[in-house]
């Protein structure tokens, strides 16, 4: 079994969708191992998507991410990593096979209803961000 991180983000949790998400993802075989709502600051929103700074959209993004409540969680299941970003589908929506989280639930390429690690390494460096030792080893036991 993998793990990986999933953030459901201030879109989807703002429009009242982030239980139909979170069911979704359980549905496709992923077991949720830690799950917390939070709001990200400004400073925060940054670092996490640090890897973005020089982009265009980075600044919106930031915003975006800021501005209202996420609900990071650790999935478990078989190759999760891309498992998951098979199942949350391209980031616009528009581009989304039928049937993934974002051609369900995303309103647009920016507002996109939910973030997945992209690589095994970002998957635990990302849940490290998120969660604290304690927490993730926590799941060991």
């Known amino acids: 079994m993998n793990r990986t991180l999933a953030i459901i983000k201030p879109d989807a949790v703002g429009s009242g969708k982030a239980g139909k998400v979170l069911a979704h993802l359980e549905g496709a075989g992923f077991t949720v191992r830690a799950l917390k709502m939070t709001y990200l ?12 700074r020089e982009r265009p959209f980075y600044q919106d993004l930031v915003a975006f991410m800021t501005s209202g409540p996420c609900i990071p969680m650790i999935l478990e299941r078989e190759d999760a990593v891309s498992h998951l970003r098979e199942t949350i589908g391209a980031t616009d929506p528009a581009e989304a096979a039928p049937g993934t989280v974002r051609a369900l639930y995303a309103e647009n390429k920016e507002r996109n209803a939910i973030h997945a690690s992209d690589s095994d390494e970002n998957a635990e460096l990302e849940t490290g961000f998120f969660f604290s030792d304690q927490e993730v080893l926590g799941l060991q036991g």
């Open 41 to 52: 600051k400004a400073v925060e929103a940054g670092q996490f998507y640090a890897v973005h």
